[in-house]
T-cell receptor, first 112, second 116 residues
Framework: QKEVEQNSGPLSVPEGAIASLNCTYSDRGSQSFFWYRQYSGKSPELIMSIYSNGDKEDGRFTAQLNKASQYVSLLIRDSQPSDSATYLCAVIPRQAGTALIFGKGTTLSVSS | GAVVSQHPSRVICKSGTSVKIECRSLDFQATTMFWYRQFPKKSLMLMATSNEGSKATYEQGVEKDKFLINHASLTLSTLTVTSAHPEDSSFYIC????????????FGSGTRLTVV
């Protein structure tokens, strides 16, 4: 059973629009959630971390967590072509110790 | 911020040879390091967790005799791919976690291994 699920996309949005990325996880005991951005051939870079239910905003990015639904999302406002990348949801599941477990990623394409 | 240096960034080797990948934490002590591999258009798959001074914990399906991990100091972990085969060609990424929890998870820049 996969622990972290994401729609692989591609998700295409026009420049200036809001991009909405979604992720579900299977371990209800998970406590820590992360969104990473990865450009082709590069390693992931952290965008947001979230630990409590609700919203967390950082600039154009908003992470949303709903532990009851085992759901975490990332909203990107005023999307820019430079946001085009693969977005990886990562979770620390209870049984995996301290390692981050990644979803397969959603490819976002922002057209100008 | 925390920096993890990984090298080489790219390596091409012949089948049957061994390749060593190094991962160094430059400005913090990494008591735990993680090794991932990533195939094209796929997610990062956790291979193993290494703790300084102890044996690595390998994920199910990862051959520990093929992927040798050494974490001999608080700033250095190495992954050696032994007797490499073309199917070992992949993108390998290390991640380090500051023992004090101050920096969270920091990733190296990755190593593109091609076995010919």
């Amino acid at each position: 059973q996969k622990e972290v699920e994401q729609n692989s996309g591609p998700l295409s949005v026009p420049e200036g629009a809001i991009a909405s990325l979604n992720c579900t996880y299977s371990d209800r005991g998970s406590q820590s959630f992360f969104w990473y951005r990865q450009y082709s051939g590069k390693s992931p870079e952290l965008i947001m971390s979230i630990y409590s239910n609700g919203d967390k905003e950082d600039g154009r990015f908003t992470a949303q967590l709903n532990k009851a639904s085992q759901y975490v999302s990332l909203l990107i406002r005023d999307s820019q072509p430079s946001d085009s990348a693969t977005y990886l949801c990562a979770v620390i599941p209870r049984q995996a110790g301290t390692a981050l477990i990644f979803g397969k990623g959603t490819t976002l394409s922002v057209s100008s | 911020g925390a920096v993890v240096s990984q090298h080489p960034s790219r390596v091409i080797c012949k089948s049957g040879t061994s390749v060593k990948i190094e991962c160094r934490s430059l400005d913090f002590q990494a008591t735990t390091m993680f090794w991932y591999r990533q195939f094209p258009k796929k997610s990062l798959m956790l291979m193993a967790t290494s703790n300084e001074g102890s044996k690595a914990t390998y994920e199910q399906g990862v051959e520990k005799d093929k992927f040798l991990i050494n974490h001999a100091s608080l700033t250095l972990s190495t992954l050696t791919v032994t007797s490499a085969h073309p199917e070992d060609s992949s993108f390998y990424i290390c991640s380090a976690r500051d023992g004090a929890g101050g920096y969270g998870y920091t990733f190296g820049s990755g190593t593109r291994l091609t076995v010919v």
